[in-house]
């Protein structure tokens, strides 16, 4: 198998594994879940005790 055939393989593997764990992530992790960990981000990046 010749280097450019394999490195598609290997992207196409890739993001098969990208696909498949965003759908499950969708379909496991709560809406609430997601909702709170935007929250405290956003209140994480806005700190103005610098």
Not at 4 to 17: D, E, K, Q, S
Request: no cysteine.
């Amino acid at each position: 198998m010749n280097a450019p055939a394999r490195i598609g393989l290997y992207a196409a593997g890739l993001a098969v594994v990208f696909v498949a764990s965003a759908a499950t992530a969708g379909a496991v992790v709560p809406e609430e879940a997601v909702q709170a960990w935007t929250q405290s981000a956003q209140h994480a990046g806005s700190s103005d005790d610098h």
